[in-house]
């Protein structure tokens, strides 16, 4: 499965931005996770949905801002997320698992390349 992420770009503190993650190739039969990697800091998980869509995990740092969720019929997996911080600057990857909801980045077979969100007044 190839996955692309995209939507990454400029928040004010306070707003909001869309995270794209358009696959192909039985995307439809993998949970799909979303990770962050901030400067001089580890890979960290934000959210993860499972292959049916069913059941979701969250970070607790993004808890009731950010919501995943995916359209088969586009084959893609977004991340919202709102009342965006600058703390939420990284690089933020999606990627794909067998296995159902799990946060530990080395189930994840498949990865995307990153896209840049940074949030600064």
């Known amino acids: 499965v190839q996955l692309q992420a995209s939507g990454g770009g400029l928040a004010q503190p306070g707003g909001s931005l869309r995270l794209s993650c358009a696959g192909s190739g039985f995307m439809d039969y993998f949970s799909i996770g979303w990770f962050r990697q901030a400067p001089g800091k580890e890979r960290e998980s934000v959210a993860a949905i499972s292959w049916s869509g069913g059941g979701t995990i969250t970070a607790d740092s993004v808890k009731g801002r950010f919501t995943i969720s995916r359209d088969y019929a586009k084959n893609t997996v977004y991340l919202q997320m709102n009342s965006l911080k600058p703390e939420d600057t990284a690089v933020y990857y999606c990627?794909?698992?067998?296995?159902?909801?799990?946060?530990?980045?080395?189930?994840?077979?498949?990865w995307g390349q990153g896209t840049q969100v940074t949030v600064s007044s």
């Open positions: 990627a794909a698992s067998t296995l159902r909801l799990v946060r530990n980045s080395l189930y994840y077979q498949h």
